[in-house]
């Protein structure tokens, strides 16, 4: 299998998963700063032009980093993919991530590191305040959540702490207000004694938006 990344919130997931599962994955570096994915050889990988992607042994594409992580898992007979009552509990909070918490943190990614890094112009204030008055709204749905359990569905980890916490290792850089939330916190220091979480990339690079 090939995965194709780069050093972005929604790969780190992907190859987390990969690096934790040892799953038998080349890893291929994707160069954004030189619109390698708006590229033909890319967008036949992916229209999307995004990373990640995973190509199969069985020849199929696959983008989404959730499904690329399930996938994963799944293939590997690994229980990250639960496959009782909790699948329907790990969907909800990856769905509930996409639409609400990851979608604004990952605002504040892009504003805060990404655009400074590719040298575009800052974003409008208001709307980077909107976006931190909405990661508090959902980060408290999130810390209540996690009162009193160490991971996000049931006792063991599952791909669904991978989905949600995608964007709490570049929260001091990116400005994501999670410290004032300590379930929070206390959640992704436990991932954070997951080698393969600490440090998901292949070669991460001196540049790359940490």
């Known amino acids: 299998m090939k995965l194709y990344y780069a050093e972005t919130i929604n790969a780190r997931k992907a190859c987390a998963v990969a690096k934790y599962l040892d799953a038998p994955v080349t890893c291929v570096r994707v160069d954004l700063r030189n619109g390698e994915n708006h590229k033909p050889p890319f967008l036949a990988l992916n229209p999307n032009g995004k990373v990640p992607v995973l190509e199969t042994a069985a020849g199929v594409t696959l983008w989404e980093s959730n499904a690329i992580m399930c996938h994963l898992a799944r293939a590997a007979g690994s229980d990250l993919w639960p496959n009782d009552a909790r699948q329907i509990e790990a969907l909800r909070w990856m769905f509930w991530n996409s639409e609400h918490f990851s979608r604004h943190a990952a605002r504040l990614y892009f504003e805060n590191l990404v655009k400074p890094l590719f040298g575009l112009p800052p974003g409008d204030p208001a709307a980077l305040e909107e976006a931190v008055g909405f990661v508090r709204t959902h980060g408290a749905v999130l810390n209540a959540h996690l009162k009193g359990r160490r991971w ?41 004694e ?10 991460p690079p001196a540049e790359a938006a940490a």
């Open 152 to 192: 996000l569905v049931g006792d063991t980890l599952t791909v669904a702490d991978f989905a949600v916490s995608a964007s709490l290792p570049y929260a001091e850089g990116a400005r994501i207000p999670i410290a004032e939330f300590p379930e929070i916190m206390a959640w992704h220091a436990r991932l954070n």
């Open 194 to 203: 997951i080698p393969a979480w600490r440090v998901p990339f292949p070669e």
